[in-house]
């Protein structure tokens, strides 16, 4: 299946639907308000500002959402007033999710609109992302994984169509490391690193990692970082910022993510970064299954393993073992 066949088949998931989309302004929710304001009977964008999101956050999800001429409306959502999110656990995304989803959920049955929907891609699920356990509870529609469209082809489209959308949207607690407190002074010094970086270089994606006095920078583009001595310009302004070290983290910031799996005459591998709620995923299989115990799900060519191996069999060549490996992503239940 092409590009423009996996998009058609969004657009006929959206078609003549009231839409309501969580919209953070990225890849994914810019593509999925565009295919829905060409197509959807009405649609309506909502963002929640939860005050950990980069600066402009807020004001490039309006110029957007005018952009395609669809609804939009922004929820405050006080992340700092809400003391176990503060503690910053391993399950902070997931906690993240909740709050923002029941948000979402809440504006959307307000106004009328129906069918809610996310972002998510089909890419998001081979990476340890929780947070996609609370788009099932609430029943959000997943139009891009429905269709089987990564990260890639979504950057693809928008690219191709020179449909506008920003490309760092996330949340600055992710740059704390868990269990360690999210406080408004890390977010402030992590928010001015970051404007730093990003109003002397090119680069459109920075990261500054809080390790206590250690900063780590992730560039999507680290020539930017290296050229004309600009590293110790960054390094020099860090450190005035509280660091006592600055290092640069070589692996490039690439988020053009795809599936590849490990291929041979036949079979295939893949190895999920999270474990199968074995259960669960049980109930998503139904009749599918041929043999089931406490660590592991059989299906025809298929076995599915507690510890996230996933293992196939007896397909006729690599793009047929890839098509039954992201249908069967639709289905797996992970653990938080």
């Known amino acids: 299946m092409d590009l423009e066949d996996k998009i058609d088949i969004v657009k006929s998931i959206l078609k003549d639907k009231k839409v309501a989309i969580g919209f953070s302004g990225g890849a994914d929710s810019t593509l999925i ?3 829905s304001s060409k197509v959807a009977a009405d649609t309506l964008a909502i963002t929640i500002n939860n005050h950990l999101l980069p600066t402009g956050f807020v004001e490039n999800t309006k110029n957007i959402a005018q952009t395609f001429n669809v609804k939009h409306e922004i929820a405050d959502i006080d992340f700092y007033e809400n003391k176990y999110f503060l503690s910053n656990t391993s399950s902070r995304c997931y906690e993240c ?4 989803y029941s948000q979402i959920k809440r504006i ?3 106004r009328g609109f129906d069918f809610i929907c996310d972002g998510n891609n089909i890419s998001d699920l081979v990476i340890d992302r929780p947070g996609i356990l609370v788009t099932y509870k609430n029943e959000f529609k997943t139009p891009f994984i429905e269709a089987k469209l990564t990260s890639k082809e979504i950057h693809g489209y928008l690219n191709k169509n020179n449909i506008p959308y920003y490309r760092s949207t996330t949340c600055l607690a992710t740059r704390i490391p868990t269990d360690t407190p999210t406080t408004r002074e890390k977010i402030s010094k992590i928010r001015y690193c970051e404007d730093f970086i990003s109003s002397n270089t090119k ?3 920075v990261k500054v990692r809080d390790l206590e006095n250690i900063a780590i920078v ?7 970082i290296l050229k004309e001595d600009k590293f110790k310009h960054i390094n020099d302004e860090l450190k005035k910022h509280g660091f006592k070290k600055v290092a ?12 590849k799996i490990s291929y041979h005459e036949g079979s295939f591998s893949y190895l999920l970064p999270y474990t199968i709620n ?3 995923t049980k109930k998503q299989l139904k009749n599918e299954i041929t043999y089931i115990n406490h660590e592991k799900i059989s299906l ?7 510890n996230g191996l996933i293992r196939g069999y007896d397909f006729r060549d690599y793009e047929n073992a890839l098509d039954s490996f992201m249908e069967l992503l639709k289905k797996i239940r992970r653990n938080v």
């Open 33 to 35: 308000a565009y295919l």
């Open 97 to 100: 999710r909740k709050l923002m």
């Open 108 to 110: 959307a049955e307000k």
């Open 203 to 205: 680069c459109e994606i």
């Open 218 to 224: 992730e560039v999507d583009e680290i020539s930017e």
């Open 248 to 259: 640069l983290n070589l692996s490039q910031i690439d988020d053009d993510e795809t599936i």
């Open 278 to 280: 074995i259960e669960n």
């Open 300 to 306: 025809k060519n298929m076995d599915i393993n507690r």
